[in-house]
């Protein structure tokens, strides 16, 4: 999948998921927008370290962990982008990541086929 359409893809999830769960606040399209860039900027240059020194729990448990590790990086995006891009919780987080992974699953098999 192409940057810019993950960027779309992203933006249009956080619009929508901010509507439909009262614990996750987006301010603004452009809010979500620039989230959604910082999001993937931060899952370019962080994620793969968290990956690596992580790889022995998320063997363990099946890789579960990297559900953990997604939100995580949800968690430093609201951290980045401010007051505009936020979680009221880490289950929100999580929940969000979860519907993320699985957009973005679903657009990429959409691709394959």
Known sequence: MGFW?????????????????????VSSAW???WA???L???NILVKPIL????FPITLLTFGLFSFIINALMLS???????PGFWFSSFGVTLLVSLVLSLVQ?????????
């Open 5 to 25: 359409k993950k960027i779309a893809i992203n933006s249009i999830v956080f619009i929508a998921l901010a509507f439909l769960l009262p614990g996750f606040v």
């Open 31 to 33: 809010t979500a927008f």
């Open 36 to 38: 959604a860039i910082v």
């Open 40 to 42: 993937s900027l931060v």
């Open 51 to 54: 990956h690596i020194l992580s």
């Open 76 to 82: 430093l995006t609201s951290a980045l982008v401010g």
């Open 105 to 113: 699953s679903m657009v990429s098999e959409n691709k394959r086929a």
